[in-house]
């Protein structure tokens, strides 16, 4: 596996460029984080990989597959998840009701080339769907205990279990953060990317956070991209950190190296 390829990335909004002529590489079982002012990019990128948003120019692969030619639903089928820095869970549905949503992308058919495929293995997976409920066959109740155990594994891990019956729009906004990483976790990615997971959150909840993500990447042997502004958090869990700055990489490197790089202090650390 050769994991996250950004190539040459260009966005811009009208005559604003957000994204100018990025480069990065995130290599498997590494913890990369994005960091720069308000408005450098990183949610762009984020939504470049996930193809919320379409590129200007630019390349995105992931191992063996070309991301700018897919759709959002095929990007998560490559083992790709994300969280978001708002908060997108079903709000009157519990956190386990929750977790089950999360994995239907788990039972979607072999991912295809083109928009022909896309919609014939759309119609073809519904309709084995409706036919394996409606007769109750094995299969149908193998995937549903299947999706079950690891809602409830996941769950543990993350000491959800005193909610996990609760709606989530019931939770405080740090739990809710923690259910949408749960989610994350329970399509079982080799990827995920953390869209501004310290938000809202104390000093206290920021340091059990970075244990929280080391564990996710160790235990679950995932990647992780982080697009964070806390630096308590950024920098004891990267293994690289990556510098925004009006949508160019100026910097790149150990969290070390970024420090005390001259051109990170002045756009962003301050002295």
Not at 32 to 37: A, C, D, F, T, Y
Request: proline share 5%.
């Amino acid at each position: 596996m050769t994991g996250l390829e950004i190539r040459e990335l260009t966005r811009s909004f009208g005559g604003i460029i957000a994204l100018d002529d990025v480069s990065l590489d995130v290599h498997p079982g590494e913890i990369v984080s994005l960091i720069g002012p308000n408005g450098a990019g990183k949610t762009t990128l984020f939504n470049c990989i996930s193809r919320i948003y379409d590129p200007d120019r630019g390349s995105i692969r992931f191992d063996d597959y070309d991301l700018v030619k897919m759709g959002p639903d095929d990007v998560v089928n490559t083992g790709i998840a994300r969280t978001f820095q708002n908060v997108e869970l079903f709000k009157t549905m519990t956190v386990i009701q929750n977790l089950l949503v999360g994995q239907h992308s788990r039972f979607s058919p072999p991912l295809r080339k083109g928009l022909f495929w896309r919609h014939a293995n759309a119609a073809i997976h519904a309709f084995r769907e409706v036919f394996a409920c409606a007769a109750r066959l094995p299969t149908s109740w193998r995937e549903e205990r299947l999706a079950r155990d690891t809602a409830e594994e996941v769950v543990k891990f993350l000491g959800l279990e005193q909610v996990k019956n609760i709606p989530a729009g019931a939770l405080s906004f740090g739990i809710q953060k923690n259910v949408e990483l749960a989610r994350a976790l329970v399509a079982r990615p080799r990827m995920i990317l953390l869209d501004e997971p310290a938000s809202g959150l104390s000093h206290e909840e920021l340091g059990h956070l970075g244990e929280v993500i080391k564990s996710v990447r160790d235990e679950f042997r995932v990647t992780i991209l982080v697009v964070e502004h806390h630096m308590e958090l950024v920098m004891p869990i990267s293994d690289r950190i990556c510098v925004l700055n009006f949508g160019r990489k100026i910097a790149e490197g150990t969290p070390a190296e970024v420090q005390s790089n001259p051109a990170v202090i002045e756009a962003y650390l301050g002295e």
